[in-house]
């Protein structure tokens, strides 16, 4: 009997932009880089409640108060697909949650600079959001479904959070000397963190290449960045503020931006856990897991006591 070759039609299916399911074939390879990259994403949506929960009980209004309890209960919603996407491909949440805790799994690095001020809401909303949205509409045409379908719902309610934010800071753009100086700010700390969410140079990102050819990702690292500097190079206008970057300007002749040198030791520095808040937020995380175990533990016990009146019924 001849041979089937698993491999090519696998790519075949990638090629003609067939989903690939959980229970299809598919090479260890693409199946460690799809555990590794959406649970680096769920991670990333999880630790992504701490710098904004620390806001909630100091929104200026009841109105923003309201806004951002929904807006970090969507994102532990989103960490909830994602692991579940992640769990189809064979690895466990709670050992996807143990890779965290102990230093193993990588979440994004944006999530390591303290909010320092109201107006850092603001700012996360509009570009840190943002940023992930360039990267994240990409995802709904990933190859894997699981993780595809998982990302059509987030990028709505993602794009929810982005305009929340730009709103939040046009407010504070059209107040006083003081509220427009602490938008400026927001914005100056915020800005190089955000350029940086989309990884590394495309030269010298290692998984980049695979991952396009697989379709796990559409487009580069360094695409994405020129696309979201284009777009928010034009709405920062709207705010009558300004980008923390002398070098930024239009280029006709590329139809693009220009902008400055980002700081990569800055980039890679934070990336290893010397951050300003990598050891808190993952001290915060370890606290509310362990503090949860009784929660878990009660689900568990409820689970098996269903589970075991409905065999006793069944026989």
Not at 267 to 275: D, I, L, P, Q, S
Not at 305 to 312: L, N
């Amino acid at each position: 009997m001849p041979t089937v070759d698993f491999e090519k039609i696998f790519q075949s299916k990638i090629d003609d932009d067939q989903k690939i399911e959980p229970l299809e074939w598919m090479p260890d390879a693409y199946r460690k880089t799809n555990i590794r990259q959406i649970s680096q994403h769920a991670h990333s949506e999880v630790v992504g409640m701490l710098p904004e929960g620390n806001w909630i009980t100091r929104a200026p209004s009841l109105k923003r108060k309201a806004i951002l309890l929904a807006k970090v209960q969507d994102e532990g919603g989103h960490g909830l697909y994602l692991y579940s996407a992640a769990e189809t491909l064979g690895m466990s949440r709670e050992e996807m949650i143990n890779d965290l805790h102990a230093g193993k799994a990588k979440y994004s690095s944006i999530f390591n600079y303290p909010t320092l001020s109201w107006a850092d809401i603001g700012a996360i909303g509009w570009l840190v959001d943002g940023a992930a949205i360039m990267n994240q509409v990409m995802l709904t045409r990933t190859s894997y479904g699981p993780y595809a379908r998982a990302m059509v719902r987030i990028c709505k309610e993602e794009s929810f959070h982005q305009r929340q934010g730009f709103e939040a800071l046009l407010m504070l753009s059209r107040g006083s000397k003081e509220q427009k100086d602490m938008c400026q700010d927001a914005i100056n700390r915020w800005w190089w963190p955000s350029l940086m969410m989309f990884g590394p140079r495309d030269s010298e990102s290692t998984n980049s290449d695979q991952s396009m050819k697989w379709k796990i990702k559409r487009k580069s690292n360094d695409e994405l960045r020129q696309n979201f500097v284009d777009m928010i190079a034009e709405q920062i206008k709207t705010l009558g503020m300004k980008l923390p970057d002398d070098k930024l300007k239009w280029n006709e002749a590329k139809g693009h931006y220009d902008w400055g040198e980002i700081n990569w030791d800055e980039f890679w520095e934070v990336v290893k856990g010397n951050g300003a808040c990598n050891k808190q937020r993952l001290d915060a995380r370890r606290k509310a897991w362990a503090e949860g175990a009784w929660v878990r533990e009660a689900a568990a016990a409820h689970a098996e006591k269903q589970k075991k009146k409905t065999t006793a019924s069944a026989a």
